[in-house]
T-cell receptor, first 115, second 115 residues
Framework: DAKTTQPPSMDCAEGRAANLPCNHS???????VYWYRQIHSQGPQYIIH???NNETNEMASLIITEDRKSSTLILPHATLRDTAVYYC????????????????FGKGTHLIIQP | DAGVIQSPRHEVTEMGQEVTLRCKPI?????LFWYRQTMMRGLELLIY????????DSGMPEDRFSAKMPNASFSTLKIQPSEPRDSAVYFC?????????????FGPGTRLTVL
């Protein structure tokens, strides 16, 4: 799986959009970008994933650059409950017959939402 | 669905004792993963199963660690004998891959302290 680089920490004011960057310059054509987060003392939680198009769900939006070498996770209206460590993970999806393998977590970005 | 269930939530034991951690995956999921999280090493994959069969145990640190999945609804991670350096939070995760890219659902974790 390709390596990712994220800032170690970020602050954001409550109610504002939180934009979390991730660099993945060695990403391969068959690798997806996944985002998970881990709220203190809880297990990691899936947020969103994408291949090359921008994606949006009820939790967040994912913007992937055209060259796919970087992406940004956007939490549109951050709340105090969004304070967590956010992990950007690049991994392949095993297409033949479905399939899965383990996640490789980096150090992530510690996002702190300020009241 | 109740999500991934882990027990116990907290375990304190003395060095040399046997420790057994338990996991019940989400019903219908055919992959089960065991991860360990420490301050020094972060989140790391220990082993994972597909349809109750171990697929990759390269992350298991030593022969003191063993994992089993006797059926689709239950898995154990055993440490025998335990050592203080095994102190960590152990997470179990599951995913079902039929029909789309996998996203892993994590349990709340077991916090293990070996004295």
């Amino acid at each position: 799986d390709a390596k990712t680089t994220q800032p170690p920490s970020m602050d954001c004011a409550e109610g504002r959009a939180a934009n979390l960057p991730c660099n993945h310059s060695t990403i391969s054509g068959n690798e997806y970008v996944y985002w998970y987060r881990q709220i203190h003392s809880q297990g990691p939680q899936y947020i969103i994933h994408g291949l090359k198009n921008n994606e949006t769900n009820e939790m967040a939006s994912l913007i992937i650059t055209e060259d796919r070498k970087s992406s940004t996770l956007i939490l549109p209206h951050a709340t105090l409950r969004d304070t967590a460590v956010y992990y950007c993970i690049v991994r392949r999806w095993i297409l033949t017959g479905g399939g899965a393998d383990g996640l490789t977590f980096g150090k992530g970005t510690h996002l702190i939402i300020q009241p | 669905d109740a999500g991934v269930i882990q027990s116990p939530r907290h375990e304190v034991t003395e060095m040399g004792q046997e420790v057994t951690l338990r996991c019940k995956p989400i019903s219908g999921h055919d992959y089960l993963f065991w991860y360990r999280q420490t301050m020094m090493r972060g989140l790391e994959l220990l082993i994972y199963f597909n349809n109750n069969v171990p697929i990759d145990d390269s992350g298991m640190p030593e022969d003191r660690f063993s994992a089993k999945m006797p059926n689709a609804s239950f898995s154990t991670l055993k440490i025998q004998p335990s050592e203080p350096r095994d102190s960590a939070v152990y997470f179990c995760a599951s995913t079902g891959t039929s029909g789309g890219p996998d996203t892993q659902y994590f349990g709340p974790g077991t916090r293990l302290t070996v004295l």
